[in-house]
C-alpha cells in the first residue's frame, strides 16, 4: 500500500530473557533530502528514528524492572556538504545575440521608408512644394530616433521586470548611454544604406536577410576577441570591427554582459 509510510515488524519479544528483535519497513528515504539550497527533514518518515527510540527505551525500562531507568538517546546528522542552489542564467549564455537583435529590428523599416520617398517622388514632391532638404532630413532623422526610442524604452522595461541580471547588475546609465548613442548610429547608418536601393520591397526583404547573420558574425567576433582567456585583443582588430556599428553595439553588450558573471 501507497498510503504506509513506515511499519514495524516484531521478529523475537521475549522480555524475562531481555530479547528484542524487530524490522522497521520503510518505502522513502529516511531523516533528510536533498533540496536547492541544503537538506530539509523529510517529514514523511521523521518518525521512524524517533518511534524506534521509544522502543529501545521501553525494553530498557521492562528489562531492569524499574520505572524509573531511562535509556537516553540522541541523533545526529551525518556531515555532509549542504547542497548547492543551482545558478543558472540560460538569459546571460544568449542575452549578447538576442539583445543585438531586437535593437536592430527598425534598421529594415527605417531604410524602406527612406527608399519609398524616393521610389514615388514623394521627396520631389516636398521640394517642389518649398520644403527645404535640411528640414526634411532633420524631421525624419528625429522621427526614426523617436520610434527607435520608444521601442528601446519598452525592451528596457521589460527586461528589468522581469529582472535579467544585464539590467539589475549593471548600473542603468551604462546600458541607457549605449542604448541611446546606438540609436544614433542606427538612424544614421539607416540613412547611409538607404542610398543603394531604389526600391522599397527590395530594400525591405534585403534588410531582414542581412540583419541576422550581421548579427551573428559581430556576436561571433566581438565574443573571440573578448574572450578573457585568449588574453588582450588585438586592438588593430578592434578598430577595423568598429567601422561597423553594429560591432560596436555587440561589444559593448558582450563588456556589460561579462561584467555580470
Known amino acids: 500500500d501507497n498510503n504506509v509510510v513506515f511499519g514495524y515488524l516484531f521478529n523475537t519479544l521475549n522480555i524475562p530473557n531481555q530479547e528484542l528483535s524487530y524490522t522497521v519497513a520503510f518505502n522513502r528515504t529516511v531523516g533528510y533530502i536533498i533540496r536547492p539550497g541544503g537538506y530539509t527533514d523529510n517529514q514523511?518518515?521523521?518518525?521512524?528514528?524517533a518511534n524506534s527510540l521509544l522502543i529501545n527505551d521501553a525494553m530498557f525500562r521492562l528489562s531492569k524492572g524499574s520505572s524509573g531507568s531511562q535509556m537516553?538517546?540522541?541523533?545526529?546528522?551525518?556531515?555532509?556538504?549542504?547542497g548547492e542552489e543551482l545558478d543558472l542564467d540560460i538569459v546571460g549564455f544568449v542575452e549578447g545575440f538576442y539583445y543585438l537583435l531586437i535593437l536592430h529590428f527598425v534598421f529594415p523599416v527605417f531604410m524602406a521608408t527612406l527608399v519609398q520617398e524616393k521610389e514615388h517622388k514623394l521627396r520631389y514632391l516636398m521640394n517642389m512644394m518649398g520644403l527645404d532638404n535640411r528640414i526634411y532630413w532633420i524631421v525624419t532623422f528625429f522621427w526614426d530616433y523617436?520610434?527607435?526610442?520608444?521601442?528601446?524604452?519598452?525592451?528596457?522595461?521589460?527586461?528589468?521586470?522581469?529582472?535579467?541580471?544585464?539590467f539589475t547588475i549593471n548600473g542603468a546609465a551604462n546600458y541607457m548611454l549605449l542604448f541611446v548613442?546606438?540609436?544614433f548610429a542606427l538612424v544614421s547608418f539607416s540613412f547611409f544604406?538607404?542610398?543603394?536601393?531604389?526600391s522599397q520591397r527590395s530594400a525591405l526583404v534585403v534588410g531582414y536577410i542581412?540583419?541576422?547573420?550581421?548579427?551573428?558574425?559581430?556576436?561571433?567576433?566581438?565574443?573571440?576577441?573578448?574572450?578573457?582567456?585568449?588574453?588582450?585583443?588585438?586592438?588593430?582588430?578592434?578598430f577595423f570591427t568598429s567601422l561597423l556599428p553594429s560591432f560596436s553595439l555587440s561589444r559593448g553588450i558582450i563588456l556589460l554582459s561579462n561584467a555580470t558573471r
Open 193 to 198: 544604406v538607404a542610398t543603394f536601393f531604389r
Open 146 to 166: 523617436a520610434f527607435y526610442f520608444l521601442s528601446m524604452a519598452v525592451f528596457v522595461i521589460m527586461g528589468v521586470a522581469l529582472r535579467f541580471r544585464f
Open 44 to 49: 514523511n518518515t521523521s518518525n521512524v528514528i
Open 72 to 82: 537516553t538517546f540522541r541523533t545526529r546528522r551525518f556531515p555532509t556538504p549542504d
Open 181 to 183: 548613442f546606438w540609436g
Open 210 to 238: 542581412i540583419l541576422l547573420p550581421l548579427v551573428l558574425i559581430s556576436t561571433i567576433v566581438n565574443d573571440t576577441l573578448l574572450d578573457r582567456e585568449s588574453g588582450s585583443p588585438n586592438q588593430a582588430v578592434i
